[in-house]
């Protein structure tokens, strides 16, 4: 795998020689395949969690409310999902249209900033900055050449990632 000191990349920069290439590219059938399982599952958790929900008022004792008003309150739940479901479906049908970018390069910096209870991650590759998590973030350094796959559909999600061997100076 391809390493590079920070004194070369600050002479690659004042150079202008690129630290990083980026390509947008389809989707591979089995990357459709896989995000639309995870949405399935997500929807499928949503579909359940609302017919929980709207069958609680059903299961509340009797003397507390009328069933008329069980009926209100489990339609404005169901109303109140049919947005999600709808945002999740068409989540879902985005990635049998979309691409996915490929970025190529030099790790320049890696960054982690933290708001409220979480921490946010992310390499810049060149110039180009990619949010991951905790373990990818460890598996770099700066100076190292990886390739980065990611959906970037509501925010960027990472597909997939490796070191590689480049020789770009």
Known sequence: MNTISRDQI???KALGKPLHVESVVPLSEKEKTSFNSSVYGQMFMYVVLGIILAGAPF???EKELSHDNK????SAILIAYT?????VFIKMRRAYSSSKVVVKGF?????AEKKKKDTYY???VGSKEIGVDYGVYNKYEVGDAGEFHYFNSWGCQLLKHTKIDIDMY
């Open 122 to 124: 992310s390499l810049t």
């Open 71 to 74: 009926i209100i309150i489990a």
């Open 83 to 87: 947005p999600l479901l709808i945002a």
């Open 107 to 111: 790790i320049t910096s890696k960054t």
């Open 59 to 61: 299961i509340a004792n």
């Open 10 to 12: 600050d002479e690659m």
